[in-house]
């Protein structure tokens, strides 16, 4: 099985979002390489890592009232649980979970990016909101997105 490498194919053309993504695609890569005294530390990283990603665009979703806010949060949830419970296992000298759910993860990523996270990735630039700055340029789409859905 290949592992996750960041290509085009992954890229949102949004730096808010691509940057958060490298770097997750990065950290997850240091720990498939991993040997196993330094795994658990790796995927600790890898972990906290993907968590502030989630929590940034769980933000991103809120503020612009994005509307498959909940099954994409939820997908988040369920993922960093998983991964949560395979730090657990790992710090008490299970390794073989973190191995598995490394492999796993990457195939999950590729198809969260292209297909949950480019729809969010459309949405933010439908309501010209800058992930980088905060900043929301249309916010009265927002509401009028509000009344079209009333």
Same mark, same amino acid.
């Not at 196993?36 to 600790?44: E, G, H, K, T």
């Not at 191995?99 to 993860?105: D, I, P, T, Y």
């Given at each position: 099985m290949s592992r996750l490498q960041w290509s085009?194919?992954?890229?949102?053309? &949004?730096?808010g979002m691509d940057d958060g993504h490298k770097t997750l695609v990065s950290l997850l890569d240091l720990a498939h390489e991993a040997p196993?005294?330094?795994?658990?530390?790796?995927?600790?990283d890898l972990v906290q890592h993907t968590a502030r990603v989630f929590e940034r665009e769980?933000?991103? @979703?809120? @503020?612009?009232?994005f509307s498959s806010d909940h099954i994409h949060s939820t997908q988040h949830k369920v993922v960093l649980k998983v991964m949560q419970e395979g730090l657990?296992?790992?710090e008490s000298g299970?390794?073989?979970p973190i191995?598995? @759910?490394?492999?796993?993860?990457g195939q999950w990523f590729?198809?969260?990016t292209q297909s949950m996270d480019a729809a969010l990735a459309l949405h933010l630039r439908r309501v010209g909101y800058d992930p980088v700055t905060g900043v929301l340029s &249309?916010?009265?789409d927002i509401a009028l997105e509000d009344c079209a859905q009333s």
């Open positions: 085009d194919a992954l890229s949102l053309d &949004m730096p196993d005294p330094v795994l658990a530390s790796r995927w600790r769980e933000r991103w @979703m809120h @503020m612009t009232q657990r296992l790992g299970d390794l073989a191995r598995n @759910m490394a492999a796993e993860l590729a198809k969260h &249309m916010p009265d």
